[in-house]
């Protein structure tokens, strides 16, 4: 990959050395090697630390404060 640059809020755009037809596969695969999108200063944690702030996933923002682990996850849209 040679640049992703930003274009808007909700936009990325990525710029290749080369072209393929392997760039939607690689990013819609439904395998257990998932290329995961996150903020950068989440990226940058140590492999050893836990994060700290949870953000949720598109229009849904977790709920920290009715989280019970190992029995109740809270997502408001």
């Not at 695969?29 to 996933?57: E, L, W």
């Amino acid at each position: 990959m040679k640049d992703t640059p930003v274009v808007d809020a909700k936009t990325f755009r990525v710029v290749l050395n080369a072209p393929t037809g392997l760039v939607l596969t690689g990013l819609g695969k439904p395998s257990s090697n998932v290329p995961f999108m996150m903020p950068k200063r989440v990226a940058a944690t140590a492999p050893g630390d836990q994060i700290s702030d949870y953000i949720g996933s598109g229009p849904f923002v977790f709920k920290k404060d009715e989280w019970k682990p190992g029995d109740k996850s809270v997502q408001k849209k």
